[in-house]
């Protein structure tokens, strides 16, 4: 499975790997570049499903108004 489908939770628990990975502290340069390559990519998935979580709250709340006749 690609990291962009990932769900929250998945891509947490993935993160959460590679920084156990990256504590232990007995990878090899290169490895260590890797992971920390791959924890972006976590974090980044898990930010934009938090932002896009947070719109949605928005939205149900009444916090966010499109008006449609200003965009046409």
Known sequence: MEVKELSYEQAMEQ???TLRRLDA???PLEEAISC???????I?????????AEG???I???ETF???QESV
């Open 15 to 17: 993160l959460e790997q």
């Open 25 to 27: 502290g007995d990878l």
């Open 36 to 42: 920390f390559q791959e924890g972006l990519e976590y």
């Open 44 to 52: 980044k998935v898990c930010q934009a499903k938090l932002t896009a």
């Open 56 to 58: 949605t709250v928005k």
């Open 60 to 62: 149900l709340r009444g």
């Open 66 to 68: 499109v008006d449609m």
